[in-house]
């Protein structure tokens, strides 16, 4: 039996097992937001096809809050990776593109029949490619510093939530019947263009790194008083939100132009040869 079943030597030369080094946790929570943001935005999908829109839409505004905040915690920890970047960029499809989609299509758009669910289709691939080229401007070296201030057309989280704009009104008694479809297939659509377009609007990612001292104590209270109009007029306040964002986009249009200009007019000046005396 001992020379049926010898027994294992394992040879002295052979090179150790190779051990991976923990995780940190600061690696893992900000992958923890992010998860949990695409479990809600999955799980408005679930409500939409249920019928539950008004859920559905609060489970895709509160997805777009922890979208806001993955990235903060994760450079706030100093946990930022390429995997958590993959993986936000993941969830941000489904929960801007896919699940927004799929809730206007169950809302209205399917009265439309094949020109409802084709919008349906443009607005997720939009938001898709929009990711996409989000993805790839990252790591272009040569964007001046000042474009920080700016993303390249409307970013997913705002043209999610601006284009549920006719569910919000819907929520606040303004009735939508079957005639009210083509009309919500053009807002969709304009959105679906607006974020695959070039049109450059304000990020607010480098504002406000800076507060004054005197203006701390005023934040709050205005902090506090948003917060309680929010919670206690939601969907009023997205309406509100909304029609803000929208009306902000020609005005950061413009800002853009502006210091476009300023820059090519730097540029010139300062390739232009020295006057001789």
């Known amino acids: 039996m001992d020379d049926l079943f010898p027994p294992f030597e394992p040879d002295a030369n052979e090179p150790r097992p190779r ?12 992958n923890m937001i992010t998860l949990m943001a695409l479990c809600l935005g999955l799980t408005a999908i679930r409500l939409a096809f249920e019928g539950k829109f008004e859920p559905a839409v609060i489970a895709i505004v509160v997805a777009g809050l922890l979208d806001g ?35 206007l299509y169950g809302f209205a758009l399917h009265n439309l ?29 040569n ?35 079957s005639w009210a479809a083509p009309a919500i297939l053009v807002y969709v659509l304009c959105i679906a263009l607006l974020v695959v377009s070039t049109v450059p609007t304000f990020s607010g990612k480098t504002m406000g790194k800076r507060v004054p001292r005197a203006w701390v104590l005023p934040i709050f209270l205005a ?20 029609i803000a964002y929208l009306a902000t986009v020609p005005v950061g249009a413009a800002q853009y132009r502006r210091r476009q200009k300023l820059e090519d007019a730097a540029r010139t000046d300062s390739e232009r040869p020295a006057a001789t005396v």
Do not use: H, Q
Not at 22 to 29: D, G, K, L, Q, S
Not at 113 to 135: D, E, H, Q, T, Y
Not at 146 to 161: E, I, N, S, T, Y
């Open 19 to 30: 051990r991976f080094k923990p995780v940190p946790f600061r690696m893992i929570a900000p």
């Open 69 to 103: 905040i993955d990235g903060r915690v994760a450079r706030l920890l100093k946990g930022t990776s390429r995997f958590g970047a993959e993986l936000d960029s993941l969830a941000d499809f489904v929960n801007f593109g896919c699940a927004p989609a799929l809730i």
């Open 113 to 141: 029949k094949s020109i409802g669910w084709i919008v349906a289709l443009i607005f997720a691939i939009a938001m898709g490619l929009r990711l996409a080229r989000f993805n790839a401007m990252l790591d272009d070296p």
């Open 143 to 177: 964007r001046p510093e000042w474009k920080k201030d700016f993303f390249v057309g409307m970013p997913a989280p705002a043209g999610a939530l601006t284009a549920m704009l006719p569910l919000y009104l819907s929520f606040l008694g303004l009735g939508f019947e």
């Open 223 to 242: 902090g506090v008083a948003i917060f309680g109009v929010v919670i206690s007029f939601p969907f009023e306040s997205l309406v509100a939100i909304s």
